[in-house]
C-alpha cells in the first residue's frame, strides 16, 4: 500500500496556464509597449515566407495588412500550417518551429526572426479575439484550418474548404480589446509597419501603400560621394532628428553587420548613454541599443542591419554574449579608423569634429596610445600659452608642468605665465591622464605636477636686508592667518597689478580639513585626528614686494590694522583663485571689508572704535 502510495506520489503532472495573467506579464513586463504585436505578426509572417522559399525558390513573397473598424487582417504566402500544425505549434505556448532539436538539444535557426514561441500571443496585448487561417505548402492536399483563440486561454480548431484559402499561406484575423482600437487603425498599423518592417527584404504593404524601402539608404548606388553625404544627412534627419557632422560606415561582414554611425552635431555628457537602432534580418529589432558600441563612442549614434547578433526573449534588446562583444569591439575599431583617416588626410573636418567632441575622443586616447599618438597635434588643452596640443606645448616648454584641478591652475597661470613657466589646466575629464601618458608616446618629455613650492621657486626672493626690514609686518601678518593654517612668505614678481598671490596643494588641503575636523571633535577624536597631524605643508599667502599696494600696507606700524590688511588680502586672493570659500574665510571677509571701512570712516586713526580699537 505504501509503495503504491509513493508511486501514486511520483506520477508526472502537466503545468496549467493562465492566459490572461500571461497577456498582463507580457503587457507590463516583457514588452515595453503593445507596439510590439505587429512586429511579431511581421516577423511570423516573414518567417513563414523564409521557410516556403527554402524550399520552393520561386515561391511568391509577400505580406499584405488590412486594417478596418477596430480590426486586423495579415496574409501572407508563406509555409501555411496543416491541422496537426496548429494543434502542436498554436496551441503549444513556447513551442516554435523555428527551432530544431538536434541531439535532444535545442538551437535556434539562424534564418528566421523568431525563435521563443510568444510571438503570436504578443497580438493578445491589443486583441481579445485572434483567427487564424492557414494553408500548408508543405501538404497542399490537406484543406485550409482555422484557429480561433479568445484571451481567456480557449481555442477551436475546424478544417474549412478549399476555397476558404485557395493558395498556401496564413491569414490572421484581430478584434481589438476594449480601449486598444487605435493600434488597428489604417493610420497607425501603416506606422507602425514602415518602421518595423522598412528594411524587410520581401513586399509588404498595408493596403496599397508600400512599407520596404530597399535597398537601406547606405547601401544604395549614388553618382558621387556628395550626393551620398546628403542623402545619408537626410536619412539621419528623418530617423534621428538631426543632421550629422559626419556619417561613418560600419561594414562588419563576418558578423553579417552593415549599417552607418551619424556623428552628433553638438556635444552631450558622456555619461548619457546612447541609443541606437538595430535591424535583424531587416525587421527593427530595437532602437534603443545601448550597449552596441564602446562606452567612448558615445558622440554618434547608429543605425545597422545584422544577422548574428541574439535578441532577447522580448526582442527589445540585445543578448550580451561574445558574439556582441566581438561585434562591439569591430564597430568601435571602424569609428578608430575613421578618426584616424580624417587625421591624416582631411584636418579641417577632423578640427570641426574635435571642436563640439573632443571629450569622446580624449576618453579613447586614454586607453589607447595609438589613437593618443594620432590624436597628440590636434587635441586641444587649456594652458598658459592659450588653447594648444599636447604636442605643440611640449616643443615649446622642456617640461610640461600641469595641474590637476581647474581651481589650481586658475590660482598659478597668470603668474607663472609672467615668470615663464608653461602650465596645463590638467582640471578637465581625462585630461590630467592624457598629460601624464605623454611621454609614454612622445619619448623624452618631462612631466610634472606644479605645486606651491615650484611656483614659490620661481619667484624672485626679495633682498635679506630689505625682508628683515620688514620682519615686524610679517610677523603681524603670519599671526593673522596662522589660525587659518596659512603662512605668510615674501616674494618679487610679475604682474605688477597683483597684490598677493594663494597657493596651496592637495596635501596642504588635506591637511586643512583635518585640522578642521579635529577642531570640531569629541576629545577621542580629536586625538585620533591630532596624531594624524605631519610635516604636510601649509597653504601660503605669498605678498608681491613689487606691488605698490603691498609696499604701503608693509611700511603700517599698527598690527591691528596690518593684520586686518592682510585678511583683505588673504580673501582676495581666494577670490581670484576662483576657490570654494570655507565658513572661515566667508567670515573673515565680512570682518575684514568691516574693519577696513571703520578705518576708513575715522578721520582720527587714534581715535577708539565702538569696540574699543584704535
Known amino acids: 500500500m505504501d509503495s503504491q502510495t509513493s508511486q501514486a506520489s ?9 492566459l490572461r495573467g500571461l497577456v498582463d506579464l507580457l503587457s507590463h513586463h516583457l514588452y515595453s509597449s503593445p507596439r510590439v504585436y505587429l512586429r511579431e505578426l511581421l516577423q511570423n509572417a516573414v518567417d513563414a515566407i523564409t521557410a516556403r522559399r527554402a524550399e520552393q525558390p520561386d515561391a511568391p513573397a509577400r505580406v499584405r495588412l488590412y486594417a478596418e473598424g477596430g480590426t486586423l487582417r495579415v496574409e501572407d504566402s508563406g509555409v501555411g500550417l496543416t491541422e496537426a500544425d496548429v494543434h502542436n505549434l498554436l496551441a503549444t505556448i513556447g513551442r516554435s518551429s523555428k527551432r530544431a532539436d538536434p541531439g535532444g538539444i535545442q538551437e535556434a535557426r539562424s534564418e528566421f526572426l523568431g525563435q521563443f514561441g510568444i510571438g503570436l500571443l504578443a497580438c493578445f496585448v491589443v486583441a481579445e479575439r485572434i483567427r487564424v487561417v492557414s494553408r500548408s505548402a508543405r501538404t497542399p492536399d490537406a484543406p485550409p484550418v482555422e484557429w480561433t483563440a479568445a484571451d481567456d486561454g480557449s481555442y477551436t480548431v475546424r478544417t474549412l474548404a478549399d476555397d476558404a484559402r485557395p493558395e498556401p499561406g496564413t491569414t490572421v484575423h484581430l478584434v481589438a480589446r ?3 482600437g487605435e493600434w488597428l487603425t489604417e493610420e497607425r498599423v501603416l506606422a507602425l509597419a514602415r518602421d518595423f518592417g522598412s528594411l524587410l527584404p520581401y513586399d509588404v504593404r498595408v493596403g496599397d501603400e508600400a512599407v520596404t524601402d530597399l535597398p537601406a539608404p547606405w547601401n544604395r548606388p549614388y553618382p558621387s560621394p556628395a550626393t551620398r553625404r546628403v542623402a545619408l544627412q537626410r536619412h539621419c534627419h528623418d530617423l534621428f532628428g538631426f543632421t550629422p557632422l559626419d556619417s561613418i560606415d560600419l561594414d562588419v561582414p563576418l558578423a553579417g553587420i552593415r549599417g552607418v554611425a551619424y556623428v552628433l552635431p553638438s556635444s552631450v555628457s558622456p555619461a548619457q548613454r546612447a541609443s541606437h537602432r538595430v535591424h535583424l534580418k531587416g525587421m527593427l529589432l530595437t532602437e534603443r541599443a545601448e550597449q552596441l558600441l564602446p562606452d567612448w563612442a558615445f558622440f554618434v549614434r547608429c543605425v545597422l542591419d545584422t544577422d548574428s547578433l541574439r535578441p532577447t526573449a522580448s526582442r527589445e534588446s540585445l543578448y550580451e554574449d561574445e558574439t556582441l562583444a566581438a561585434v562591439r569591439e569591430a564597430l568601435g575599431e571602424r569609428i578608430r579608423s575613421w578618426l584616424t583617416g580624417l587625421a591624416a588626410g582631411d584636418p579641417e573636418r577632423l578640427a570641426a ?32 600659452d592659450g588653447q594648444l596640443s599636447l604636442e605643440e606645448f611640449a616643443q615649446r616648454h622642456p617640461v610640461v608642468h600641469f595641474t590637476r584641478t581647474v581651481e589650481e591652475y586658475r590660482q598659478v597661470a597668470p603668474i607663472a605665465s609672467a615668470q615663464g613657466v608653461g602650465v596645463v589646466n590638467g582640471g578637465y575629464t581625462y585630461d590630467s591622464e592624457l598629460i601624464e601618458a605623454l611621454p609614454s608616446v612622445r619619448p623624452g618629455t618631462v612631466v610634472a605636477e606644479l605645486d ?16 628683515l626690514a620688514l620682519a615686524a609686518f610679517l610677523g603681524a601678518a603670519r599671526a593673522k592667518l596662522d589660525p587659518l593654517g596659512c603662512d605668510v612668505v615674501l616674494r618679487a614678481f610679475h604682474p605688477l597689478s597683483v597684490p598677493a598671490l594663494h597657493l596651496d596643494d592637495r596635501a596642504a588641503r588635506h591637511e586643512q580639513a583635518r585640522a578642521e575636523a579635529e577642531e570640531r571633535a569629541d576629545d577621542l577624536w580629536a586625538g585620533i585626528l591630532g596624531s594624524l597631524r605631519g610635516s604636510t605643508p601649509r597653504a601660503r599667502l605669498v605678498l608681491n614686494h613689487l606691488n605698490p599696494l603691498i609696499r604701503r600696507i608693509s611700511s603700517l606700524e599698527d598690527r591691528e590694522l596690518i593684520g586686518t590688511a592682510t585678511e583683505s588680502l588673504y580673501g582676495q586672493a581666494l577670490l581670484m583663485a576662483q576657490r570654494p570659500l570655507r565658513p572661515a574665510d566667508s567670515a573673515l571677509l565680512n570682518r575684514a571689508f568691516i574693519g577696513l571701512l571703520e578705518w576708513a570712516t575715522h578721520s582720527d586713526p587714534t581715535e577708539p572704535t565702538e569696540d574699543g580699537r584704535r
Open 10 to 18: 511520483q506520477s508526472p503532472h502537466t503545468f496549467q496556464v493562465d
Open 178 to 180: 476594449p480601449g486598444a
Open 353 to 384: 569634429f574635435l571642436s563640439v567632441h573632443h571629450l569622446g575622443v580624449k576618453s579613447l586616447a586614454r586607453h589607447d596610445k595609438e589613437m593618443l599618438r594620432t590624436m597628440l597635434p590636434w587635441l586641444p588643452f587649456e594652458t598658459t
Open 452 to 467: 606651491a613650492d615650484t611656483v614659490t621657486a620661481h619667484l624672485d626672493a626679495v633682498d635679506p636686508a630689505e625682508e
